[in-house]
């Protein structure tokens, strides 16, 4: 995949977030595979039943949120003064 935005560690370093963070609805993750074994994230993790979940290492920068093809993936939190400006730049 060719990444159309800043790369979120970048992005993190510019600007903390601990607010931001997304999470896998479980009723809606079909434990495809895909957000963990094709998109390279290392805070998306595999759960035993194949679906997946999501660590505390995750700064919210939304990248995983289009990869999912059943929008079993979101984020929630408030964004952090500066995030626009750090994610655009
Ligand atoms: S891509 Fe979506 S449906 Fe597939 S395992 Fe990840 S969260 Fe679940
Ligand atoms: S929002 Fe998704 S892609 Fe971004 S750090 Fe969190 S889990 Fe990874």
Redesign the pocket.
């Known amino acids: 995949m060719i990444a159309k935005r800043a790369c979120a560690l970048e992005v993190l370093e510019k600007v903390s977030s601990d607010t931001l963070k997304a999470y896998?609805d479980q009723n809606?993750?079909?434990?495809?595979?895909?957000?963990?074994d094709f998109?390279t994230c290392p805070s998306?993790l595999?759960l035993p039943n194949?679906?997946?979940m999501i660590d505390d290492s995750c700064i919210g920068c939304g990248a995983c949120v289009e990869?999912?093809?059943?929008k079993?993936?979101t984020v929630k939190g408030e964004k952090p003064v500066g995030w626009e400006e750090a994610w655009n730049a």
């Open positions: 896998v809606k993750c079909t434990g495809c595979s895909i957000c963990y998109f998306i595999p194949r679906k997946a990869v999912c093809p059943f079993a993936i």
